[in-house]
Structures are given as C-alpha cells and as structure tokens.
C-alpha cells in the first residue's frame, strides 16, 4: 500500500515538472514551435515518461486549462465576488480577476490561443472546457435589459476581457487598463456613469 502511494506521489511530481517545463518552453519558443522532446529536455525526464502522462501536446495544454479553471473557480467563491453586474464594483470586480489571472497565465493562455487557431478540434475542446465560465458571466448578466441574450453578451464579454488583456497587457498600467475595461463594459451591458 505504501509503494502504491509513493509511485502516485511521484506520477504528480513528474506531471507537475512536465506542466512546469512546458510553459517555460512555451515561453521561449511559443507552443506551435514547442516539440515533446524540447519538454522532456527542459523537465529532465526521457520523452517516455512524457506519454505515461498525456498522449499528446494538446492533451498536455488541455491539462494545463484545466489547471487554470480551477484557478478561476476559486475566485468566485471569493467572499469579494458579486453577480450584481448592475453594480459597476462587481464588473470590476470580474474584470480585475480576470485581469490578474492572465498577468500570471499569459503564456499558457497565448499557447491556447495557437493551439486553437491551428487545430479546430482542440478549439471545440476549449470551447467546451470554458462553457461553465461563460455560463457563469451569462447568470449574472441574465438579471440586466440586455442587448442581446445573457449566453449571447457573455461570449461578447469574455471575448472583449481576453483580446483587450492579450493586446494592452504591455501597454497600459493595470489600474488604468482595469479602470477603463470596466467601465466600457458597465456602459455596454445598461450601466450608467464612471
């Protein structure tokens, strides 16, 4: 029994290194430029212990999302977490998260957006991976007059949030990236003022 839990204990520490290297090659060479190989290499690990844990680069990726929605789900339970998007601090307060959680996930979430521009299987994969997010945005906007569907302008809303961070990321202080998100969403979806 001990034996049993001394491999499962390595099993996670060896995926966790794998998980750990690829993002650093990602970030050196993008993920399409990525090869197993160059993972293993940077992990330290035979290209065989790569297959005992994902049977391919997007398997690995889908793992990492996976990761990252986790992620995603604890700030919700936060007790700062509001669905009053008629409140502007509760936009912001999505807006913000959302923010922040790509500072810190920005090469993973680049190294989906390849992958997903690439391969329109992996894309539905993601699709389907993220629909609680968007649902989750959609309840909460689902209380609004709204321009469109709740389903509808929740899409509108991740799309905006996730192409505004990967474009202004670099550019802009965050405050003010987060200030003027916030805002332009506010007004969008029936809000009024600053």
Known sequence: MAEWGVRKQRAAQTEAELKAAAIRVFERVGYLNAKITDITAEAGRATGSFYQHFTSKEKLLEALLADLLREGDESAA???????????????????????????????????RQAAIVDPEFERVVQSMMAPDREHIAAHLAKLDLPGAPLVVASMFNALVYTFAAEWMSKMPDDEAIETLTSFIHRGIGGSGR
């Open 78 to 112: 936060r007790e700062e977490h509001s669905d009053d998007f008629a409140d502007r601090a509760a936009v912001r307060y999505h807006v913000a998260a959302f923010w922040g959680f790509y500072r810190r996930h920005r090469v993973v979430m680049d190294a989906l």
